[in-house]
């Protein structure tokens, strides 16, 4: 690299460095043992070094990664066409040994001199642009730029706060009433995350994402199981009443096996039974291994949870998951919401996911509810469980008592 640099400097070239991470390669290791592993980096080896001419660099840094270096190059686009010929390459199948193996990589790519005039800076920038196109999904390119670095420095910021919230207790739930429109009356809440930073109160959006990418939702949600079970005994006890709480619940905390028994003993210490607790999960969650989800879903469910599929609409929207997966509840998006019933399409989308409900036998609720003309036109279109703005915003638990006392007070 560094008679790279040397060699471009006098002929007033540019030099790229590629640095290629394989995706998942972890899970080869894991489940086809290190021989095939081992086969596997060989064979990337000899593609990429096929695709690149005899003066560039070809090398493996360690681990599944490797750095390529472009010498005298011309033009930046050289670069980038080297890339997705990469990419294209190493997301054909490998046949290793009676097996066939897939896989892809993942670019970042950086230029001297106009990203960093020595090796260290190149290599550090590469590896942050690597570490974006990661991000994005696998078997993609990115190329280093002074915003990229702003923003990875942004993310490890935050990170570091979180992982300070969580020993502080930071987070907190709010709760927002799911509204029972034939009964008219409030019959559960979903609990909603906020993060309490130095007084401010910031939403799931601005944070969820790293929480998710790094884990550290696992530590925190299930930290926060015993006081969501416990406000919502408090409120049964107190109102004498039998509200559900739905509680999200993101693939990643799926996947540890900690999961269901840290419900379990969350439900014991507060003294609530299953039958009020309802999982939210997103359709995400299928794309792992559906029969092992499947599973999971089916045992939660026999011990007395409820199922409910988040976000409806927005995602595959496959039926066969209405058909193979034990599924009480299906959340319809807000998306279809809004424009209610002024959006032709948005009318049609609504009343299809109803129906559908109807015939699989699954609850129906509509979130994002924000006007009396959405909600009329809900009603006389056969829906009756309805969350959103127009019943109330997410609550903290003090308000959510005051609103229910109200709300008895009416009915008196
Ligand atoms: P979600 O599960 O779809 O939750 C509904 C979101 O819509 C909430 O945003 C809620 O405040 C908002 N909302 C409710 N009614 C209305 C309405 O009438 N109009 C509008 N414009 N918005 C409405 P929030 O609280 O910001 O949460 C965002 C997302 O973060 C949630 O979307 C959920 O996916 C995730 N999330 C929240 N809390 C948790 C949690 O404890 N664990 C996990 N894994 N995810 C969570
Ligand atoms: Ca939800
Ligand atoms: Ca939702």
Redesign the pocket.
């Known amino acids: 690299m560094h008679h790279a640099i040397v060699n471009a400097k006098t002929h007033k070239h540019l030099v790229s460095v590629l640095f290629l991470d394989l995706d998942k390669f972890k899970n080869i290791n894991d489940t086809l043992g290190h021989d095939i592993g081992d086969l596997l980096l060989i064979e990337v080896g000899k593609r990429v070094q096929a695709l690149c001419s005899p003066n560039d660099t070809v090398c493996r840094l360690g681990g599944d990664e490797f750095l390529i270096i472009l010498e005298d190059l011309t033009h930046y686009e050289k670069a980038i066409t080297v890339a997705k010929e990469i990419i294209a390459s190493l997301s054909k199948p490998f046949y290793l040994e009676n097996k066939i193996i897939s896989t892809s990589t993942s670019i970042g790519i950086t230029y001297y001199p106009n990203d960093g005039d020595n090796i260290k800076v190149l290599l550090k920038n590469a590896d942050i642009a690597m570490y974006r196109s990661k991000a994005r999904g696998a078997g993609s390119y990115e190329i280093y730029t002074q915003e990229l670095s702003d923003l990875i420095k942004e993310m490890v910021k935050l990170e570091e706060r979180l992982k300070k919230a969580i020993e502080r207790n930071e987070f907190l ?2 709760y ?1 009433p799911i509204y029972d429109l034939h009964k008219q009356e409030v019959i559960g809440f ?5 993060w309490n930073y130095k007084g401010t109160l910031y ?3 601005s944070f ?1 994402h790293v929480m ?1 990418e790094n884990k550290m ?1 696992i530590e925190a ?1 299930s930290a ?1 199981l015993v006081s969501i079970f416990s406000f919502i005994k408090k409120l049964n006890d107190t109102f004498q009443k039998e509200f559900f709480i739905s ?4 693939p990643v ?1 799926f996947g540890v096996d900690s999961f269901h028994d840290n419900l379990i003993e969350a439900l014991e210490i507060s003294a609530l039974e299953a039958k009020y607790v309802c999982l ?1 999960v ?1 359709e995400n969650l299928f794309l792992e291994n559906i029969q092992e989800i499947s599973t999971k879903l089916a045992r939660l469910q026999s011990y007395g949870f409820s199922i409910a599929l ?2 409806f609409g927005t995602g595959y929207s496959s039926l066969k998951y209405l058909k193979v997966l034990p599924i009480n509840k299906l ?1 319809l ?2 998306i279809f919401v809004q424009e209610l019933p002024h959006s032709k399409n948005d009318v049609a989308i609504t009343q299809s996911v109803l129906a559908l409900g109807q015939n699989f036998n699954v609850q129906v609720i509509v ?4 006007t009396k003309e959405q909600c009329t036109f809900l009603e006389e279109n056969g829906c009756q469980f309805i ?4 019943i109330s ?2 609550m903290s638990e003090e308000n959510v008592l005051s609103f229910l006392t109200k709300e008895a007070e009416k009915t008196l």
């Open positions: 739930m709010h927002q979903e609990a909603l995350m906020r939403y799931p959006d969820l998710e939702i949600s926060l509680v999200n619940v993101s905390q939210e997103t988040d976000d959340k998006d807000r979130e994002g509810v924000e969350q959103g703005y127009l915003k997410p």
